[in-house]
């Protein structure tokens, strides 16, 4: 019988106690048996940075004089701003506009003096140059209750801008969808007895002998021919678009041909291309891209040329801009990219009291306008799964077009 060369233990082999040990989860917990790793292991676990460094809500810690003593990363890219430039500054003009410092200095006393936090709701941070709407809630860090000279506070920022325009842009749509329902009705309504009208006022015309009356039933078919074109007008193109491959590029340059042959009288005129060439091509119908951008010219034109004193010794200027947008909303869908396309002028601004209703039907502020181009040019951009935009102050006037593109 062979034997083994050296004595096999049958023993079980016994596990160390700290293997035998489970989290609150039931999983295994793995033993660190280095002592100077569990130092430092404990040592980090308390830094703050450590356990904010990966949060996704931005923080940010204030001395008691409410200076900024840190921000983690989530903080650094809201702000657009490093720690090492922002680090020792007040947090004040931060969180409010110029005119609120004062308001939002109290309130950041408030919490020192009284313990109890706040949470302050759809607010707007100005930040390079745009506003970002977030929600921020202020909390005290008790150091030391007994004295307020070392009564830090914390402050999270949960971005909010995602969450306001989807809910901006349903809103939007569908009260746009409900309004061009109803004109629709009503262009139908109209349009209905208008052939009746004008069959009767030609056998009118035909069966009077004398041919004074020629006059007026004429003005009866001229008017009715009108009240036709304009019900045509409202109940919108039955045509689908066209898909095909369109470099956005073509149908400004078309556009901008137009206007130089449409306005050559208006020798200051100043049309600026601001055109970023590398941007792919996008799906969508060459033509209505034209119609849209075209109508929306036009409109900035009239707005420059029309009233001059408005411009205030300003050039008129027209500038098409083109850019990629990164991670934009579109549709309540966030794209990892979408074109713009941004048609801008400098003219006297369009009123407050407009805008939010700027691309409902028959809402103009023109006396001679019909107040359905922007209806129908937004109604194109949605069956490309568009949309348009538009913001305005006085001396500057950006109508946004953004598309989505095969990625």
Same mark, same amino acid.
């Given at each position: 019988?062979?034997?083994?060369?050296?004595?096999?233990?049958?023993?079980?082999?016994?596990?160390?106690?700290?293997?035998?040990?489970?989290?609150?989860?039931?999983?295994?917990?793995?033993?660190?048996?280095?002592?100077?790793?569990?130092?430092?292991?404990?040592?980090?676990?308390?830094?703050?940075?450590?356990?904010?460094?990966?949060?996704?809500?931005?923080?940010?810690?204030?001395?008691?004089?409410?200076?900024?003593?840190?921000?983690?990363?989530?903080?650094?890219?809201?702000?657009?701003?490093?720690?090492?430039?922002?680090?020792?500054?007040?947090?004040?003009?931060?969180?409010?506009?110029?005119?609120?410092?004062?308001?939002?200095?109290? +309130?950041?006393?408030?919490?020192?003096?009284?313990?109890?936090?706040?949470?302050?709701?759809?607010? +707007?941070?100005?930040?390079?140059?745009?506003?970002?709407?977030?929600?921020?809630?202020?909390?005290?860090?008790?150091? &030391?209750?007994?004295?307020?000279?070392?009564?830090?506070?914390?402050?999270?920022?949960?971005?909010?801008?995602?969450?306001?325009?989807?809910?901006?842009?349903?809103?939007?749509?569908?009260?746009?969808?409900?309004?061009?329902?109803?004109?629709?009705?009503? +262009?139908?309504?109209?349009?209905?007895?208008?052939?009746?009208?004008?069959?009767?006022?030609?056998?009118?015309?035909?069966?009077?002998?004398?041919?004074?009356?020629?006059?007026?039933? &004429?003005?009866?078919?001229?008017?009715? &021919?009108?009240?036709?074109?304009?019900?045509?007008?409202?109940?919108?193109?039955?045509?689908?678009?066209?898909?095909?491959?369109?470099?956005?590029?073509?149908?400004?340059?078309?556009?901008?041909?137009?206007?130089?042959?449409?306005?050559?009288?208006?020798?200051?005129?100043?049309?600026?291309?601001?055109?970023?060439?590398?941007?792919?091509?996008?799906?969508?119908?060459?033509?209505?891209?034209?119609?849209?951008?075209?109508?929306?010219?036009?409109?900035?034109?009239?707005?420059?040329?029309?009233?001059?004193?408005?411009?205030?010794?300003?050039?008129?200027?027209?500038?098409?801009?083109?850019?990629?947008?990164?991670?934009?909303?579109?549709?309540?869908?966030?794209?990892?990219?979408?074109?713009?396309?941004?048609?801008?002028?400098?003219?006297?601004?369009?009123?407050?009291?407009?805008?939010?209703?700027?691309?409902?039907?028959?809402?103009?502020?023109?006396?001679?306008?019909?107040?359905?181009?922007?209806?129908? +040019?937004?109604?194109?951009?949605?069956?490309?799964?568009?949309?348009?935009?538009?913001?305005?102050?006085?001396?500057?006037?950006?109508?946004?077009?953004?598309?989505?593109?095969?990625?």
């Amino acid at each position: 019988m062979l034997r083994p060369t050296s004595p096999v233990s049958t023993a079980p082999v016994s596990n160390p106690p700290e293997s035998k040990s489970k989290s609150k989860s039931g999983v295994r917990a793995k033993a660190n048996t280095h002592p100077e790793t569990r130092t430092q292991s404990s040592r980090a676990s308390v830094t703050p940075a450590t356990l904010t460094d990966y949060l996704q809500t931005a923080v940010i810690q204030v001395a008691p004089d409410f200076t900024i003593e840190y921000l983690n990363p989530a903080a650094e890219a809201l702000l657009e701003v490093s720690s090492h430039r922002i680090v020792g500054t007040s947090v004040i003009p931060v969180l409010s506009a110029p005119h609120q410092l004062a308001v939002t200095k109290q +309130a950041l006393q408030r919490v020192q003096a009284s313990g109890q936090g706040y949470t302050l709701r759809e607010t +707007a941070l100005r930040i390079g140059g745009r506003d970002k709407w977030v929600d921020y809630t202020v909390s005290l860090i008790q150091d &030391d209750p007994s004295s307020l000279l070392c009564q830090r506070l914390i402050i999270e920022l949960l971005p909010i801008d995602r969450l306001m325009r989807i809910s901006r842009d349903e809103h939007l749509n569908q009260q746009h969808q409900i309004a061009r329902q109803l004109v629709r009705g009503v +262009a139908h309504e109209i349009k209905n007895p208008l052939g009746g009208i004008r069959g009767a006022t030609q056998l009118l015309a035909r069966s009077m002998p004398n041919s004074s009356v020629q006059e007026y039933t &004429d003005i009866i078919i001229n008017e009715v &021919d009108r009240l036709k074109t304009l019900a045509d007008t409202m109940l919108g193109s039955r045509q689908w678009p066209d898909m095909q491959p369109v470099n956005v590029h073509e149908p400004l340059e078309r556009v901008r041909q137009l206007l130089l042959a449409q306005y050559p009288d208006c020798i200051h005129l100043n049309i600026v291309r601001d055109y970023d060439l590398s941007l792919p091509d996008v799906t969508a119908d060459r033509d209505q891209l034209i119609q849209i951008i075209l109508n929306i010219a036009v409109n900035a034109m009239q707005a420059m040329t029309e009233n001059p004193a408005s411009m205030q010794g300003r050039q008129p200027t027209l500038t098409l801009r083109t850019r990629i947008q990164r991670m934009f909303t579109l549709n309540g869908v966030l794209n990892k990219s979408v074109i713009g396309i941004d048609i801008e002028d400098n003219g006297p601004g369009i009123p407050d009291d407009l805008l939010e209703s700027l691309f409902y039907p028959l809402v103009t502020g023109r006396a001679n306008g019909t107040g359905l181009g922007l209806s129908i +040019a937004q109604d194109i951009m949605h069956q490309h799964g568009g949309l348009i935009e538009c913001r305005s102050v006085p001396g500057c006037t950006v109508f946004s077009l953004y598309l989505k593109w095969d990625t």
